[in-house]
């Protein structure tokens, strides 16, 4: 029989895993505008629009399953995709900006 953990103890290892948690998702978001930037680039110098409605909305069906499927809440999964989203939009908003701005 093994004794209980001290709490403390608990407590620390936890924050010590969502440490790693939270860095995994910095490098993972990093990871995802890098290619987000390159998919505004195209955009950009193809004239495409900033925004592809039905991608997102596909997108938001494909993660809202996934998200039931790992035991999250599927709003919660959507919010921070449109969260996520908003800003893809504003770096391809900009990315158009300046490629119209070049000679």
Not at 31 to 40: C, D, L, P
Not at 67 to 74: K, M, Q, R, V, Y
């Given at each position: 029989?093994?004794?209980?953990?001290?709490?403390?103890?608990a407590l620390l290892?936890?924050?010590?895993?969502i440490?790693?948690?939270?860095?995994?998702?910095?490098?993972?978001?990093a990871?995802?505008?890098?290619?987000?930037?390159?998919?505004?680039l195209l955009?950009?110098?193809?004239?495409?629009?900033?925004?592809?409605?039905?991608?997102?909305?596909?997108?938001?069906?494909?993660?809202?399953?996934l998200?039931?499927?790992?035991?999250?809440?599927?709003e919660?999964?959507?919010?921070?995709?449109?969260?996520?989203?908003?800003?893809?939009?504003?770096h391809?908003?900009a990315a158009?900006a300046e490629?119209?701005?070049?000679?």
């Open positions: 029989m093994s004794t209980p953990e001290d709490p403390y103890a290892r936890l924050r010590a895993s440490d790693n948690i939270d860095a995994a998702l910095v490098y993972l978001l990871e995802r505008f890098r290619a987000t930037q390159q998919v505004g955009k950009a110098q193809h004239d495409m629009p900033a925004s592809d409605p039905d991608r997102e909305r596909q997108q938001i069906a494909r993660l809202r399953e998200a039931e499927a790992a035991h999250l809440d599927p919660f999964a959507e919010k921070w995709f449109k969260f996520v989203v908003a800003e893809v939009i504003r391809h908003v158009g490629e119209n701005e070049r000679p």
